[in-house]
């Protein structure tokens, strides 16, 4: 055992240790590193186990041979080029690259052996460089997502900044602009928020009434006080839909069914609803003109109208009184008031009282959407707004004539047809065709994104007697349409879905299926009045069993 110097132990045995060749060799074989050794004229010496099998080569195939006899592709490979800057330096060199050889990434360290060759360990980091790649491609993908968020929140900052502008500016010069012009804009603007939030709320509206319909439809289910819940249930749902309707009205964004109409007639029609709805204290009186015009117009839509109208002049007479309701034909000049119609021929019906008026000062604030004399509870401000829009998409206009504590007249001008009106008993069996249930067909295709919508459909037509097969998306009523093909004799789509929407998926459909009949379901307005629907069978939501029933019926022809 050597002896402790001065110097220390170290010095002593480092003075008396030289290992072995073989020993070394033995230490090169067991580390986890690829090691392999060339002479000046890079001539491979020594390569340990690793480096074979990495290589996937046998010592006899590398030992004694040269570099590039053995791997005769690295010559412009980057691993090369450090072999001759160590070569040419003699300063050890260490670098991370991709082995030509390998076809993977290596750490690379190369130094200058004693006896004036080279010296290489390297192991394999192509696990940790495909990682750490992956995850600057993650970094990457999340700082674009990052940015592009950014961008969005940005843009619609600057939208909703510009929109305030805007609104803000409408506000400042409302006072010097031109009457037409400031009404134009107010409904375009009420009409577009109408737009975009008429889908989900008539889904909303759908789902509450077509479920408390399938309730009132099963008596056994509830006692006396659940009917009488049930029924106010009811009741307050279709309030949610007038007022959605009376929106959609004064927006001009319903979908109108214009025809040939005898005002007479309608007005006519209505008297028993009328007598009903105003109570006994007021009395109506009708000036039907004789030879009256045929009026273009929707039938559903002036009743609105009319009703409208009697109902704010009963509630200008709170002492009773007499309303009256006249119909003519006039020709108008150039309009008066902004809301007059441009001259032509135009059938009117106007509905006067003797009530409490209209003060100067507001009379051009009547038809502006939610504003109203009325006290809380009494109205919502939309009557003559519905009013305006329903005349205005027609074609025609209002005239408004009223003065304190001496009664006001309202005229409604509608466009004159040269058309004979269709005779109304004729008329009153289509729409009793109409409104017949339609017969039980081998199967109905229900597609609809909101599944409670859908479930409540689904549940109306089965209990109509119809077979029906439920799809939430455009993708899944087509491969339900390819398994079920023999089956399926309707298909009902909503207009607005994700993806692939109504007209898409029929016109795919058509495309196997070029005699299938189809029903389109929309919350949104203007989808419903849009010109690919013009030909196509349209129902509104909200919607009830009965005319849901009524037109599949009409779809089935």
């Known amino acids: 055992m050597p002896r402790r110097t001065e110097e220390g132990w170290g010095d002593g045995v480092a003075a008396n240790f030289e290992p072995s060749p073989g020993a070394l060799a033995e230490v090169l074989e067991t580390i986890g590193d690829a090691v392999y050794a060339m ?18 080569k046998t010592i006899d195939d590398v030992v004694g041979r040269r570099l590039l006899e053995v791997f005769p592709g690295i010559a412009d490979g980057e691993p090369y080029r450090a072999y001759r800057s160590v070569f040419a330096s003699g300063q050890p060199e260490r670098l991370e690259t991709v082995a030509p050889a390998l076809g993977r990434w290596i750490e690379l360290d190369v130094r200058p052996a004693p006896h004036g060759g080279l010296v290489v360990v390297f192991r394999d980091i192509d696990a940790r460089k495909r990682g750490e790649a992956a995850l600057r491609d993650s970094e990457e993908r999340l700082r674009q997502a990052n940015e592009l968020l950014e961008h969005r929140v940005v843009e619609r900052t600057a939208e909703l900044e510009t929109a305030n502008r805007r609104l803000a500016a409408q506000i400042e010069d409302r006072e010097l602009a031109e009457a037409q012009l400031r009404q134009n804009q107010r409904l375009e603007a009420i009409g577009q928020l109408t737009a975009g939030i008429a889908h989900d709320f008539n889904n909303l509206l759908t789902s509450i009434i077509g479920n408390i319909e399938l309730v009132e439809a099963r008596p056994g289910l509830l006692d006396e006080r659940g009917r009488r819940l049930l029924a106010a249930a009811h009741a307050a749902a279709a309030r949610g839909a007038s007022l959605t309707a009376q929106l959609l009205a004064f927006s001009r964004q319903q979908r109108m069914n214009p025809e040939p109409l005898d005002l007479n007639r309608v007005i006519a029609g209505m008297s028993a609803l009328l007598d009903s709805t105003i109570g ?13 015009w045929s009026a273009l117009a929707d039938a559903a839509q002036i009743e609105l109208v009319l009703l409208n109208l009697v109902i704010n002049s009963r509630d200008a007479m709170p002492e009773g009184g007499t309303i009256v309701i006249s119909t003519g034909n006039v020709t108008l000049g150039a309009p008066q008031r902004p809301h007059e119609p441009q001259p032509g021929d135009y059938v009117a019906v106007s509905v006067a009282d003797r009530g409490i008026g209209i003060a100067a000062d507001i009379i051009d604030k009547v038809f502006d959407p939610f504003f109203t004399t009325k006290e809380i509870g009494r109205g919502s401000g939309l009557g003559l707004s519905q009013v305006l829009g329903v005349a205005q998409q027609l074609g025609g206009g209002v005239r408004l004539d009223s003065a304190p504590m001496a009664g006001t007249v309202v005229t409604v001008f509608l466009p004159r047809v040269e058309i004979v009106v269709a005779d109304p008993v004729r008329r009153a069996r289509t729409a009793h065709r109409h409104r017949a249930v339609a017969r039980p067909v081998g199967g109905i295709l229900l597609v609809d994104d909101d599944p409670d919508v859908r479930a409540v459909a689904a549940a109306m037509l089965r209990d109509a007697g119809h077979t029906v097969i439920e799809a939430g998306s455009g993708g899944a009523a087509l491969e339900q349409l390819d398994a079920e093909a023999s089956r399926i004799d309707l298909l009902i789509a909503d207009l607005a879905m994700p993806g692939m929407n109504g007209f898409e998926l029929a016109r795919a459909a058509r495309q196997e299926r070029p005699d299938l009949p189809v029903l389109f379901v929309t919350g949104f307005a203007d989808m419903a009045q849009s010109e690919e629907s013009r030909h196509e069978t349209v129902l509104q939501k909200p919607f009830c069993a009965e005319e849901l029933t009524a037109k599949v019926a009409e779809a089935l022809g």
């Open 39 to 56: 002479d000046r004229d890079e001539r491979i010496l020594f390569a340990n186990r690793r480096a074979l099998e990495l290589w996937g």
């Open 280 to 292: 006994a204290a007021i009395a109506i009186e009708t000036r039907a003109a004789p030879d009256l």
